[in-house]
């Protein structure tokens, strides 16, 4: 089991840039991919970006491709999302995810969720 807990999430002007950050407990974080993904209201649950465990190979959504930068650090257990250049588009609840498929799209543990919100 590799239980997730996201931190980071909060209100930035359209613009701006947040960082998250999800931390991993468990002895398998080295062996699985991560992942964000983020949920608004009415609309489905979307993976917008995952780094793999081995390779470090990395996948972005295009609605967040060049803004947004994934990054893991498996020393510390901890997977980051740098999102810049923030638009209203971007609030949602946002998810960490660790799975052992690639892409992540089959999600074996969740993080609770973090919000963001990106004012007008």
């Known amino acids: 089991q590799v239980p997730l807990v996201e931190s980071g999430g909060g209100l930035v002007q359209a613009g701006g840039s947040l960082r998250l950050s999800c931390a991993a407990s468990?002895?398998?974080?080295?062996?699985?991919?991560m992942g964000w993904f983020r949920q608004a209201p009415g609309k489905e649950r979307e993976l917008i970006a995952a780094?793999?465990?081995?390779?470090?190979?990395?996948f972005y959504a295009d609605s967040v491709k060049g803004r947004f930068t994934i990054s893991r650090d498996n020393a510390q257990n901890t997977v980051y999302l740098q999102m810049n250049s923030l638009k209203p588009e971007d609030t949602a609840v946002y998810y960490c995810?660790?799975?052992?498929?690639?892409?992540?799209?089959?999600?074996?543990?969740w993080g609770q969720g973090t919000q963001v919100t990106i004012s007008s």
């Open positions: 780094i793999s465990w081995g390779s470090g190979r990395r």
């Open positions: 995810a660790a799975s052992t498929s690639w892409p992540p799209l089959r999600v074996d543990y």
């Open positions: 468990g002895r398998s974080f080295s062996s699985v991919n």
